[in-house]
């Protein structure tokens, strides 16, 4: 099991610094991530030259769930010394207005759940979705509304709620 593990490291190492010329097969790569789990996990075993290791290859990428508004407009941009907005984006120009909205009409409910969009309210009224956020279109019939995010690479399609 030893000389697998070495086998496959001077792999890896070769991968990194000659080029594409090696190809690891997905099976030894999979054993040596579950060599190398079982290593870190383990407080008597130490890595030494972790920095040579491809960590991206072993490393299993998790989907990002939530929109990182930071990446798309900077906090410096937006309220900063160089910043290029002069005012906040807001849906009413003064409080009373923002309060009239939110209590006349309860406001637009989106619950983003992983497979679920539930709209509860007319879709003529003021959608509380920003528009560069999301693209909102009705179908010809009038039966489903389709939202799409331009951040991410998410289609919803729901049925219209009644008016």
Do not use: C
């Not at 610094?17 to 190398?36: I, Q, S």
């Not at 290593?39 to 290791?53: M, T």
């Amino acid at each position: 099991m030893a000389d697998q593990m070495r086998i496959l490291w001077i792999k890896i190492v070769l991968l990194k610094k000659v080029g594409n010329t090696r190809v690891v097969n997905h099976k030894e790569l999979e054993f040596f991530r579950e060599e190398l789990q079982s290593r870190l996990s383990s407080n008597y075993n130490v890595i030494l030259k972790d920095r040579k290791l491809p960590m991206s290859l072993l490393n299993d990428h998790q989907k990002q769930t939530r929109v990182r508004l930071l990446d798309r407009e900077p906090f410096v941009d937006a309220f900063g010394l160089k910043n290029k907005r002069k005012r906040p984006k807001l849906m009413a120009s003064d409080y009373e207005e923002l309060v009239k909205k939110a209590d006349g009409s309860q406001a637009l409910q989106v619950m983003w759940d992983q497979t679920v969009v539930q709209i509860q309210r007319k879709p003529s009224t003021h959608w509380l979705i920003s528009k560069q956020d999301h693209n909102i279109y009705e179908d010809s019939s009038g039966g489903t509304i389709e939202i799409r995010s331009t951040v991410a690479t998410m289609v919803r399609t729901v049925a219209k709620p009644f008016e």
